[in-house]
């Protein structure tokens, strides 16, 4: 049994802020459809399935924010595209960078002169900015829990990501174009 269907068997009433959406049946009723639509975005199964995993973790656990009058899928999908999006982001990052020396089979899976390349870009960004990106695309974490673990500003963390994607992509291009 999953993370989910052990917490959609769980008592959940009364604890999802009045709403009538009976989140057992919609799992049941769209995972597949979910699935199909992770999979279109990461083109692997595997991937798939912890994309639609995750949204429904995400879903129960925030289902308080749920919206009356919004449809369940929507919200769903929604979370689904994003939680795939974001796994992509992080998988393809993971292929290229070793972070630490017990990746050694990430950094094989990837051609040793684009691991370098994308490691050297790594190291011409600012340590403040290389936190934010290991701790994202590496460890997995979310904005909110990376704030939390260096102790700044949600808006801070979101700020530095944006500049070093910006500034990563800058680098890659040129090099790319040097090529």
């Not at 949204?55 to 129960?60: G, S, T, W």
């Not at 370098?116 to 011409?124: H, I, Q």
């Amino acid at each position: 049994m999953s993370t989910v269907e052990e917490a959609l068997a769980a008592d959940l009433g009364g604890i999802d802020g009045g709403s009538e959406v009976d989140w057992a049946a919609t799992y049941a009723a769209r995972r597949d459809r979910l699935y199909g639509l992770a999979l279109v975005i990461l083109r692997e199964s595997n991937d798939a399935s912890d994309a639609v995993q995750s949204a429904f973790e995400k879903a129960l656990r925030y289902r308080g924010r749920f919206r009356e009058g919004v449809a369940p899928d929507a919200w769903l999908a929604r979370i689904t595209c994003n939680e795939a999006i974001s796994l992509a982001r992080r998988r393809r990052i993971r292929r290229w960078v070793t972070f630490r020396d017990t990746d050694a089979m990430s950094a094989e899976d990837a051609p040793v002169v684009e691991r370098l390349v994308v490691e050297d870009a790594l190291r011409r960004l600012h340590l403040k900015h290389r936190a934010v990106v290991g701790l994202h695309y590496h460890d997995g974490y979310g904005i909110d829990e990376i704030a939390s673990i260096l102790g700044i500003p949600r808006g801070t963390v979101a700020s530095r990501l944006h500049h070093a994607r910006a500034v990563l992509r800058a680098i890659l291009q040129k090099r790319e174009s040097q090529s």
